[in-house]
């Protein structure tokens, strides 16, 4: 089936650490990948996104590779600042099946000033 | 330009009474989406519409819950009886037609059910 993990959270850094939230993926068929970000009291925004295997996406500061041989599509940023505290949420699209979107189950990031 | 608008923003509510959601789409948006989000969770889509035409409707749990967008544009969610269990967020995105293009998320609908 089709499906996403992500890394449990809360992840609490420091204003200017290094950022990885984890996420691999099963999906039947060949997926595109997404990050969606949440702040508080608001709709999910889409990050970025990886239509292909070895696609970078990158907006804001962020990047994420499609890997196809690890299923994976970790998000990073090289320095976090107290503003991307959110919940950030990896999700899976495969063609046909009516473009259906499945998503993890987020990973809340606290930065701390 | 104007966001996916939802109405209400939080609704409190005892088990068994009804209750209804409203969702404005971007403008020229012909894809509509409801999706429950439970705490902690990640959305799961309950309807997609194209148009007036619910496309897909698999995860709707029809006894209690339904939908309607009845001239293509603005969309009601219902559910009748209300259960403890419904206690979730509802949100509504929108997109250009078809599912490959960018989703519009609303903020969302906060239903407590007591």
Known sequence: ?113 | EAGVVQSPRYKIIEKKQPVAFWCNPISGHNTLYWYLQNLGQGPELLIRYENEEAVDDSQLPKDRFSAERLKGVDSTLKIQPAELGDSAVYLCASSFSGGANEQFFGPGTRLTVL
């Open chain 1, 1 to 113: 089936g089709n499906s996403v993990t992500q890394m449990e959270g809360p992840v609490t850094l420091s204003e200017e650490a290094f950022l990885t939230i984890n996420c691999t993926y099963t999906a039947t068929g060949y997926p595109s990948l997404f990050w969606y970000v949440q702040y508080p009291g608001e709709g999910l925004q889409l990050l970025l996104k990886a239509t292909k295997a070895d696609d970078k996406g990158s907006n804001k500061g962020f990047e994420a590779t499609y890997r196809k041989e690890t299923t994976s599509f970790h998000l990073e940023k090289g320095s976090v600042q107290v503003s991307d505290s959110a919940v950030y949420f990896c999700a899976l699209r495969v063609a046909g099946n009516f473009n259906k979107f499945y998503f993890g189950s987020g990973t809340k990031l606290n930065v701390k000033p």
